[in-house]
């Protein structure tokens, strides 16, 4: 059983920064790409960016609440975790933020996704 387990949200001001961390567990043969996704009240889910295995990191550019050069996706693969640095945080980022991942198990490749971490953004 492959287990993604997202932690590191929480109330933060404008302008305030948190890390969020994903943490895969369970019979792993290999973790391939993974990404962070969000999705505020009333929204669907969309894309904030991606990582791939070797460590390229790709952001959504979205016109309305750009990532780019705010925050940061990262992985450390000796420890199955997966990162995402948020700066210059803003109330619009406020959503429940999910980690995502292709990961190998026994049985072959699976996506899997986390259960989410709240972010609030909010003097």
């Known amino acids: 059983q492959v287990q993604l387990v997202e932690s590191g949200g929480g109330l933060v001001q404008p302008g305030g920064s948190l890390r969020l961390s994903c943490a895969v567990s369970g019979t792993i043969n290999s973790i391939g790409a993974m990404g962070w996704y969000r999705q505020a009240l009333g929204n669907q889910r969309e894309l904030v960016a991606t990582?791939?295995?070797?460590?390229?990191?790709?952001?959504?550019?979205s016109a309305k609440h750009s990532a780019k050069g705010r925050f940061t996706i990262s992985r450390d693969n000796a420890r199955n975790t997966l990162y995402l640095q948020m700066n210059s945080l803003k109330p619009e980022d406020t959503a429940v933020y999910y980690c995502?991942?292709?990961?190998?198990?026994?049985?072959?490749?699976?996506?899997?996704w986390g259960q989410g971490t709240q972010v609030t953004v909010s003097s």
């Open positions: 995502n991942g292709d990961i190998w198990g026994p049985y072959g490749k699976n996506n899997y």
């Open positions: 990582i791939s295995r070797v460590g390229r990191a790709d952001y959504a550019d």
